[in-house]
């Protein structure tokens, strides 16, 4: 029997890292020849608290930490591996690398699942938070998302191996919808600037402007960033309020994929959103802007669709119009990219792929 030690935060709040923990977890939990147990303290309570600074999270995190110290460390006590997460740009990385290094202490083996951008400055820079960081992640394992991340750590030297593990979504089989006179263009994700939502309502406003049949739903929890009052503001702003929904949790997400032809996701600082996998999953095109790793998931039959990250707010909004357009009026190449989408999901972005390189990484 092989022991497990996820050392990670489950849902609530819900957002891409809890919710690839809970996968991972849920996939251990069945496994028969597994034996887990989860231990978290110290983290967001909810979606307004993420990145927040509080004296009550410091305190249940110490009180989390010094519990873990406290925990008999004779070789045979134990657990054969501890799973550990990390966002390397956010202001936890450095909580989280501290976890990293009592893992190595309670686990023979410490996996460290990194979940965004920023793993590059951590290996290579010069400030102190970067030397720290050094120090404290050195012979963890890495499980990069991305194969840019997979060599930026395997470059650096600080890790004792360093696996590949693309993200999943599940797959909800082959699309119905059938193109309508309307394009309906979609955004989903927690309302946060940052994730393009300003881009997506002023790319909605330009399609309109240009006389393009679209019509917009926009779907996500409001966040400290922007509320449904200020989202509704904007759209009235824009002048698109006619032809713009606005869907609040709680949400039939499946039933949203399946309204859209097109999945507008303008993000400026996503790593490898699982919201652009469950687009694909459901057979919609994507659109989207090249940071992290998104040019690599949408692959080389949906690179016209992946917009320069480095242009100016005009130039952006042109080109995601442009696809836009091409998109309105020629229903055959609609057609084509929904394919695309579909079978690069079914290629490399399967829950059935994720397990088996999973089995892979906790069997070592």
Known sequence: MQSVLILAQLPPPVHGVTVMTKSIHDYLSDASDISIAQQWAGGAEDLGDIGARRIRKVAEFAWFAASLLARPVHTRQRADVAYVTMAPWAAAAIRDAALATLAQRLACRTLL???????????????????????????????????????????????????????????????????????????????????????????????????????????????RQMTYAALEALVAREGVQDVVEIKKPPLDKDGFFRQLDCFVYPTEHDHAPLVLLEAMSHGVAPITCDTGGIAEIMGPGLAENVVPARLSDNERNALIVARIATYANDPSALSAARDAARRRFLGNYTEARFRRVLDEIIRG
């Open 113 to 223: 699942h990194v979940h965004g951008e920023g793993l590059d400055e951590i290996v290579s820079g010069k400030t102190r938070r970067s030397r720290l960081m050094r120090r404290l992640l050195r012979g963890s394992e890495v499980i990069a998302i991305t194969s840019k991340c997979a060599e930026v750590a395997k470059a650096s030297g600080l890790f004792t191996r360093v696996w590949l593990l693309p993200n999943f979504a599940p797959d909800p089989g082959s699309p119905a919808r059938q193109a309508g006179p309307t394009l309906v263009a979609g955004y989903f994700a927690n309302l946060d600037p940052r994730k393009g939502l300003l881009r997506f309502v002023s790319a909605i406003a330009a399609a309109r402007s240009a006389n393009l049949p679209v019509r917009a739903v926009i779907a996500g929890a409001e966040t």
